[in-house]
């Protein structure tokens, strides 16, 4: 079973375009909110995880140039990557490691630099963390047009429309205006989203989420050590972590995430929330919408709404504030930003902030059952988190 783990200190950079700071510095800001939130020093640290996929930045291999600058050093540290999902497989690492009794105190970073690349460069690396051989090599497909083949199939399916679509973009810009760390803090109309641009049919810009330079941090701590530092420990109430064929025409149901499913299954086993009735059981989800399309797929993969039906909750204005369940009250992926190693460690952010009442004013949501849920994908599922965070052990 092993020990408890909980988040003492949570830190948090603004995210979005950051070529006034260099990785380390980025790194730092988040890193120094975190050690001032737990009220501990670097020396108090036992162990560094850094998410951080890195291929688009200058520093291709972070972990010791960060730990250096941020006054780290000799602690150990590793890097660790899993696409989109780095952040939340960062928080996986750190978790085991102080829950196996290996360590007491354990910092975990996601940081990401894109921006240093070219926009074309940055879609092209991203594209290939398919099967790059088969699906980029041959059929040139990129992220966008991934999840363009995701809404096009949702749509025949279901008779969801773009609009639809658009509403997701609307409710997560309305949250980000109110969130000064986000990418893009304005709201949208409906109509300016679907007034923009084509990126790849039926996805618009204001679909998809931008290329982010960001950080953020978390402390994980032993309940021994948590009990002392603290008297809102947020706890990892469980882990839920699963994969899918890396070649998506080796998959029996292409609109069936396979992968965050079964995530969805184990961290609510764990946590003992019925996967009938989830919404029930937690205050908030953060999940996973690099694009519109896959926040609608999430609403049905984590049981919020039934197959073909997760359309119908933003519809209907579900997943606002005051609905059936607050989804990405951040601004999510979509507007508060996607700086990829960074985004699980800020979900957990975010959750741990609303959990202890702590987000901004207008979008705190009402705490009853103290218990949030976060999903992380790598991919187009091949990597899935699921977290259940909690302020219950």
Request: with cysteine; proline share 5%.
């Amino acid at each position: 079973m092993g020990r408890r783990v909980a988040i003492v200190g949570v830190g948090h950079s603004k995210y979005g375009y950051r070529n006034d700071v260099s990785l380390a510095e980025l790194a730092w800001e988040s890193i120094k909110q975190a050690l001032d939130d737990a009220g501990i020093g670097q020396e108090d640290i036992d162990y560094v995880v850094y998410g951080n996929v890195g291929v688009w930045s200058s520093e291709p291999l972070p972990a010791v140039v960060i730990n250096e600058y941020a006054g780290l050093t000799p602690r150990g540290t590793v890097r660790v990557e899993a696409a989109c999902a780095t952040g939340s497989a960062a928080i996986k690492l750190g978790h085991d490691i102080v829950a196996s009794g290996e360590a007491d105190i354990v910092l975990v970073v996601g940081v990401e630099k894109m921006n240093e690349s070219p926009t074309p460069t940055v879609v092209e690396l991203i594209g290939r963390a398919g099967n790059y051989f088969w699906e980029f090599e041959n059929f040139g497909l990129t992220f966008p047009g991934y999840y363009a083949l995701y809404a096009t199939a949702y749509m025949a399916r279901y008779g969801a429309t773009e609009e639809d679509l658009c509403r997701v973009a609307v409710k997560n810009h309305y949250y980000a205006s109110m969130n000064p760390k986000a990418h893009f803090p304005r709201q949208i109309t409906l109509e300016q989203c679907m007034q923009s641009r084509y990126i790849a049919w039926p996805l618009k810009l204001f679909d998809c989420s931008p290329i982010t330079d960001g950080s953020a941090a978390v402390i994980l701590a032993s309940e021994e050590v948590a009990r002392k530092l603290t008297d809102t420990p947020v706890w990892i109430k469980a882990i839920g972590t699963a994969s899918d064929t890396s070649n998506i025409s080796r998959r029996p149901d292409f609109l069936l995430r396979r992968g965050v499913m079964e995530a969805a299954r184990m961290a609510y086993k764990k946590a003992g929330i019925d996967p009938e009735n989830p919404a029930r059981y937690l205050d908030a989800a953060e999940v996973h919408d690099a694009f519109t399309i896959a926040e609608i797929l999430t609403y049905e993969e984590l049981g919020f709404a039934k197959p073909g039906e997760g359309y119908k909750l933003i519809r209907e204005g579900q997943t606002y504030i005051g609905g059936l369940i607050p989804v990405n009250v951040s601004g999510g992926l979509k507007a508060k930003g996607h700086p990829l190693g960074a985004t699980g460690v800020g979900m957990a952010v975010e959750l741990a902030k609303q959990l202890r009442g702590e987000a901004d004013k207008g979008r705190q949501v009402p705490v009853k059952n103290g218990m949030a849920v976060a999903n992380n994908v790598g991919g187009t599922g091949h990597y899935a988190y699921v977290m259940i965070y909690s302020l219950q052990p």
